[in-house]
DNA sequence: TTTTAGCACTCAACTAACTAGAGTGCTAAC
DNA sequence: GTTAGCACTCTAGTTAGTTGAGTGCTAAAA
């Protein structure tokens, strides 16, 4: 266990590295007001802290720089969220306007707004349309030979998908169909429509349709599964400006990183906790090579149960305070916004 | 006008710059094949070509590099475009697949091939909706207060509205509302929607609906401007193996125009020719800063209407010739699937 | 026992001087 | 008109030297 002095210690390099990005001697330390001891004292326990793994040198004659764990123990032990003014809640609160018509919008929002706040680079992922419950389906003929076929949510998401109509099946006998599916799969989530017809509706719908082979086909296209979560990145230049992504190596990496096929940050969002902020220091992440970045993650909820999240990537040298503040606010925020939302 | 041997010597110099980076000295160019002059003729031409503006020279003990007009010549009277060969083509004739339920599907595969198959960065812009025209009107309610509207087309893209019902309004006359609109507004294009509201049908709504500021209220919501037409990009990290783009500043600036919020680029591929290549060389782009890059783009049709355009954003020194073959076939390629694709 | 002052030592980062080499422009010969 | 030869220019890379921030250790002070 460390001593109060040695927290205090840890305290000052972490937050005076986080600020200057350069390795912290024991001089500098010794004059914090908080520290009251000799820049020889410091070096003693720096020397031991570093020992215990928490502090690293970059080369013998170097100050010192806390290590994954310093950051984690300063994480979860010294730091003191920023508490933010007025100003930035009120351009939070701001988030859902009176006009927000589409909750993508508001989450792309969301993200700029992150960016902007913390100057870091913002991932937001949005409701899982799989979760979605099905409200209404519809199918609207195009040509002779497809048809759009609409999928309303109860969250009031439209999934659109573009049917070929197998050749010699009557529009009145596809109306039917589609009658009988919006009566049949009310209220069941998208995910396992499919299924659900499947396993229920296979008898029922053979009486109606004759053609079984043509019926399957165009269920397959109907219910196909639906295109994934969407991810909104902002702020990706911002990156640039921290001196440890100087590095075109490791710059390169991070926008692969970012890029969207991948698909690591999507499943650290997933699966953050439905509550609190979570952060995620370097290995943390279990993303490969990513020794370098954090990620800083929230839910954010609809009737308490966790249908997105938001994120933050920066460098394990990031501003954890001031960041963990803010995420905490806004998935509060949003969390009660679309609630309000949906409720109207 | 240029003598046929400066033509051969530019033709040389672009070729050698445009593989490898460095500038050109007279030596190399003296020892390609084509060119049976010895170094010290080439230098005098060299120095002509300067003279004229075709030529640049970093600094005095340097070669030389093609400057922009240098590279407008080449594009204009020297390069040959590559062809391609079978296995290429037939990536190509695989966009389009079977199972294409969205535009938007292929469109950014589209882009992702662009950009392996060149190594450089791909933009894609797509159909844009406020052209479409009106098929199919739609409105689900959801909550006491509220209703997804929807909007189908004639290309069948489907366009959600989420509206908040005002205050003492029946749902039947709503539904009524929406069938006057459905009756009346069919073939008319998204972009004029409320304003043949307006101009022809105020008289006869007012008829129908006794609370006029209601229904404005409704209608206004629900005809609201549609979402801009969404940009792809793909192999934006592909900019970073470029050495002209080792630059941190010169990055930044590029990532910058990428990141969307930028409308340069969109204006651009919108202003693109209904038919053939187009190269934008350095500041032809009018981009801001732009003097390093150049953006080969090309329209694709449906019906020999331009609805959408692709582009490879690269530097001056970009393999224009691969570039420009490629693009050739895929922008025809294109339209002609599109057309398929919605004739089914 | 804990803290501090002093001092020798280390090492990255910067600077200046030097070198190598690629390429040029000019002149004179072919 | 073309080419060989040569002096000159300028960048990039190397080496050696200097500076300064920071450390670890020791011995004295508290």
Chains 1, 2 share one sequence.
């Not at 266990?1 to 001697?25: F, H, N």
């Not at 326990?45 to 994954?68: K, V």
């Not at 049917?163 to 009145?172: D, F, T, W």
């Not at 049949?184 to 017809?197: A, C, P």
Request: proline share 3%.
């Amino acid at each position: 266990m460390l001593t109060e002095r040695q927290k205090r210690i840890l305290w000052a390099i972490c937050e005076d590295y986080i600020e200057s990005a350069e390795p912290v001697g024991s001089r500098s330390v010794s004059k914090k007001d908080d520290v009251g001891f000799s820049a020889a004292t410091i070096r003693n326990e720096m020397a031991d802290l570093e020992e215990m793994g928490f502090l690293e040198q970059p080369h013998t004659s170097a100050g010192r720089i806390p290590s994954q764990q310093g950051y984690r123990f300063y994480v979860d032990h010294l730091l003191t969220p920023q508490i933010w003014g007025d100003e930035e809640i009120h351009a939070i609160h701001n988030l859902f306007q009176k006009d927000t018509t589409h909750i993508e919008q508001a989450i792309e929002h969301t993200s700029e707004l992150l960016s902007q706040l913390t100057n870091y680079t913002s991932v937001v992922i949005g409701p899982k349309l799989q979760d979605h419950r099905l409200r209404h389906l519809q199918m609207i003929p195009l040509t002779e030979h497809s048809a759009v076929f609409i999928i309303v949510t109860d969250l009031g998401h439209v999934n659109q998908q573009r049917v070929l109509l197998p050749e010699g099946m009557s529009i009145s006998v596809m109306e039917r169909l589609v009658n009988l599916l919006n009566k049949r799969l009310q209220g069941i989530s998208l995910s396992k429509l499919r299924l659900v017809v499947e396993r229920d509706l296979t008898d029922e719908l053979t009486r109606y349709v004759a053609e079984y082979g043509n019926m399957i086909f165009l269920l397959d296209q109907m219910l196909a599964p639906q295109q994934e979560n969407r991810i909104y990145t902002s702020g990706t230049t911002k990156m640039l400006d921290q001196p440890e992504f100087r590095d075109l190596h490791k710059m390169k990496s991070l926008l692969d990183l970012l890029d969207g096929k991948n698909q690591s940050i999507i499943q650290l969002l997933n699966s953050s906790p439905s509550s609190g902020v979570q952060v995620k220091i370097g290995n943390e992440t279990s993303i490969e090579g990513a020794n370098h970045i954090s990620l800083i993650i929230a839910s954010f909820t609809l009737d308490s149960e966790s249908i997105g999240a938001i994120g933050v990537l920066g460098p394990t040298r990031m501003e954890y305070a001031k960041v963990i503040g803010l995420m905490d606010i806004i998935s509060k925020d949003i969390s009660k916004r679309l609630t309000e939302f949906y409720e109207k």
